[in-house]
Nanobody, 120 residues
Framework: QVRLVESGGGSVQAGGSLRLSCAVS?????MAWFRQAPGKERERLAV???????SYADSVKGRFTISKEGAKNTLYLQMTNLKPEDTAMYYC?????????????????WGQGTQVTVSS
């Protein structure tokens, strides 16, 4: 079984930075960060596979970085130059097999979410 626990959300002014963490227990092959704003669909932001390959949504490319610290078995999302439109609930997600660049219905394991609010 896989268990994911996010932390690190909060409120920040536009232009600021936050780092989200996701404590991971159990084997995973694909790790990802998603977000969902009120009234919008959940969108995939960043993906990291066991080989170290990453991919990003255009909306966050160059501002967000996904990484994993193996010793702590923790997934991170470093967010910089935050914008009000980044306000959402952020989720980490995992699956045990490739492919990784897939949608929400293909990810089997989810954290509880952490809120990020960016004010202008």
């Amino acid at each position: 079984q896989v268990r994911l626990v996010e932390s690190g959300g909060g409120s920040v002014q536009a232009g600021g930075s936050l780092r989200l963490s996701c404590a991971v227990s159990g084997y995973t092959y694909c790790m990802a960060w998603f977000r969902q704003a009120p009234g919008k669909e959940r969108e995939r932001l960043a993906v990291l596979d066991n080989g170290g390959s990453t991919s990003y949504a255009d909306s966050v490319k160059g501002r967000f970085t996904i990484s994993k610290e193996g010793a702590k078995n923790t997934l991170y999302l470093q967010m910089t130059n935050l914008k009000p439109e980044d306000t959402a609930m952020y989720y980490c997600a995992a699956k045990r097999t490739a492919p990784c660049r897939v949608g929400i219905y293909d990810y089997n394991y989810w954290g509880q979410g952490t809120q990020v609010t960016v004010s202008s």
